[in-house]
C-alpha cells in the first residue's frame, strides 16, 4: 500500500518548497568544506561516532539499573562500559580510531559486494540480474581499494564518505524544493 500525502499535507510541504532549497545549498556548502580538509572532517566524523556510542553507553549502563536479575545487570554493565570505552577512546585518539573504522568499512563494503554479487547470480534467470552483480563488484572493488590503502588513507577516507554524502543530500533537498513547488 503507498503512502501518499493528502492535498492539505502535500500543499504545506510545497509551501515550504524554499527551505528544502535553502538546506540544500547549506549542505552543499558544508560539503564543500569537507572537500577542503578531509582530515578535519574525518575527525568529525569520528567524533560523531564517539558521541553515538558515548551516549548508548552510557544509557545501557542506566538500563542496568532498571533489570532485575544478576545475568542481566552484567550483560547490560558490560555493554554500556564497552560502548562507553569505544566512545571515549574515539575522542582521545580520533586519528587512531578512523583507523579502526576505515578498516571496518573495508570489510563492510568486501562483504557486501560479496553478498551481492552472489544474490544478482541466485536472480539470474530474471532480467536486471546482471546489475545486481555489477553493483556488487563495484561495491567489493571499492572495499578492496580501501584495504589496500589502508592505513594511510584512514586520514581523509571516512571524511571523503562524509563529503559526498552532503553533497549529495543537499543535491536531493535542492531537486525536491524545485519539484515540490510544481
Known amino acids: 500500500m503507498a503512502h501518499t500525502l493528502d492535498p492539505a499535507g ?3 510541504v510545497a509551501g515550504k518548497w524554499g527551505w528544502f532549497v535553502a538546506l540544500g545549498v547549506l549542505l552543499i556548502m558544508f560539503g564543500g568544506v569537507a572537500f577542503g580538509n578531509l582530515l578535519m572532517a574525518t575527525v568529525a566524523s569520528v ?3 564517539g558521541i553515538i556510542m558515548l551516549i548508548g553507553g ?3 549502563l542506566a538500563h542496568a539499573f532498571q533489570v532485575r536479575g544478576w545475568e542481566s545487570v552484567l550483560y547490560w554493565v558490560l555493554s554500556g562500559v564497552f560502548y562507553a570505552a569505544a566512545g571515549l577512546f574515539a575522542f582521545i585518539n580520533p586519528l587512531l580510531a578512523s583507523s ?3 578498516f571496518l568499512l573495508a570489510v563492510a563494503l568486501i562483504v557486501a559486494g560479496c553478498f551481492r ?3 544478482g547470480f541466485k536472480l539470474r534467470p530474471l532480467g536486471g540480474w546482471g546489475w545486481m552483480v555489477v553493483g556488487g ?3 567489493f572493488i571499492a572495499g578492496l581499494v580501501i584495504a589496500a590503502g589502508w592505513p594511510v588513507n584512514s586520514l581523509w577516507i571516512l571524511g571523503l564518505f562524509l563529503a559526498v554524502d552532503l553533497v549529495m543530500q543537499g543535491l536531493a533537498s535542492i531537486a525536491f524544493g ?3 513547488r510544481g
Open 10 to 12: 502535500r500543499e504545506a
Open 47 to 49: 567524533y560523531y561516532v
Open 58 to 60: 552510557l544509557l545501557n
Open 100 to 102: 579502526v573504522l576505515t
Open 117 to 119: 554479487i552472489w544474490v
Open 137 to 139: 563488484i563495484i561495491t
Open 178 to 180: 524545485v519539484l515540490v
